[in-house]
């Protein structure tokens, strides 16, 4: 997922439903927690939230819960007041007062401590933040989005999460397909990427991508989503010596070289029916005629099964009782298959 002036550039169902849900929910005045794997867009659809709201005109103000020490992270929130701890000089504003009368995107909720979240629950409840070493109140008010690639339930479940402050925080949930299901979007995303990497090094047209290319790109799995394929593209076409010609080369991994140090080099692959090196992570695919060489029979056969469910999910718009029609299965059948493969949201 990618933007041009705040738009959005994909066309399967699957994308399509995620952002029209967090279109309708953006008018709305409620917390609204986005949810997917990395480089799906989550800052993105964080983003849109805001400028869809009648905050627009206010601050949007984001937090990586996942970037500061643990002992910062209450500070950064809720600020601090002068001598509140060793190396606080001066008074601070936290994240909190920053968005006040706007919104405070908060990436990478599941690593908050247990603290925080206490703190943060009281914010979210009353509307008000305390700085550290004060014991006066400060009114905030402050739309909450956060993002994460946790499954929360999992760990209110395991005690690494509060169930009040998921309670708070889940009004709606916007959940984010993987590129993987996206049906199509790889080859729209490629081009609209190549496309302007081509402008950025001054070519004189954009010569599309090789068959070779293409049909790599279609295998690959992704598994660092949007943000890698842009990578991928973008160095696809930087390294290509010819503009004239079509972009024929792709090389997922950029630190693959015959001069590795330290462990055995993986050979550049163009497609993945090329032979993979032994210690080349595997790639699995729902089109069996694409799976590379299997070294563990139960991972494989668990992956392939996941990759399965994932697409029929997308493309039944993740309505349950479509894709287990789609996969001749009982609705039970399919519950017990998702849970066990941790796809229940």
């Known amino acids: ?7 959005f550039i994909g066309q399967s169902s699957a994308f399509l439903d995620a952002v029209e849900r967090a279109s309708r929910a953006a008018p709305l005045n409620r917390p609204v927690l986005v949810v997917g794997e990395r480089g799906t867009g989550k800052e993105l659809i964080a983003e849109r939230l805001h400028r869809l709201s009648s905050r627009w005109d206010g601050p949007l103000v984001t937090m990586n819960c996942a970037a500061l020490p643990e002992t910062l992270i209450e500070a950064e929130l809720f600020g601090h ?14 994240r909190f007062e920053e968005a006040d009368g706007g919104t405070l995107f908060l990436d990478e909720l599941g690593t908050l401590s247990m603290g925080a979240q206490e703190r943060l629950l009281r914010a979210v409840e009353y ?9 006066r109140p400060v009114r905030v008010d402050v739309r909450i989005v956060a993002a994460t690639n ?4 999992n760990m209110v479940e395991a005690g690494r999460f509060r169930a009040d402050l998921l309670d708070r925080l889940c009004f709606e949930v916007v959940t984010l397909p993987p590129l993987r299901v996206r049906e199509g979007d790889v080859e729209v995303l490629s081009d609209y990427f190549g496309r302007r990497m081509a402008a950025e090094l001054g070519w004189d047209g954009w010569p599309g991508f090789g068959e070779l290319a293409r049909r790599a790109m279609d295998n690959h799995l992704w598994p660092g989503n949007v943000r890698e394929l842009r990578n991928v593209v973008e160095r696809a076409v930087y390294r290509w010596a010819d503009p004239g010609q079509p972009v024929d080369y792709i090389q997922f991994d950029p630190f693959d070289s015959p001069w590795r140090t330290g462990i055995a080099a993986a050979a550049p692959t163009n497609a993945p029916t090329s032979k993979d090196n032994e210690t080349a992570e595997p790639r699995y695919s729902t089109d069996l005629s694409q799976m590379v060489d299997v070294s563990d029979f139960r991972e494989a056969t668990e992956k392939y099964e996941k990759a399965v469910l994932e697409q029929a999910l997308a493309k039944c718009r993740y309505n349950q009782r479509q894709t287990a029609k789609a996969l001749n299965l009982s609705y039970d059948q399919l519950r017990h298959t998702l849970k066990k493969h941790d796809l229940l949201g």
């Open 127 to 135: 509307g008000e933040v305390t700085r550290i070493g004060s014991s």
């Open 150 to 153: 946790e499954h929360l339930p």
């Open 1 to 7: 997922m990618e933007r041009d002036s705040h738009q």
């Open 81 to 94: 007041e002068a001598g509140a701890f060793t190396g606080a000089t001066r008074s601070r504003e936290g």
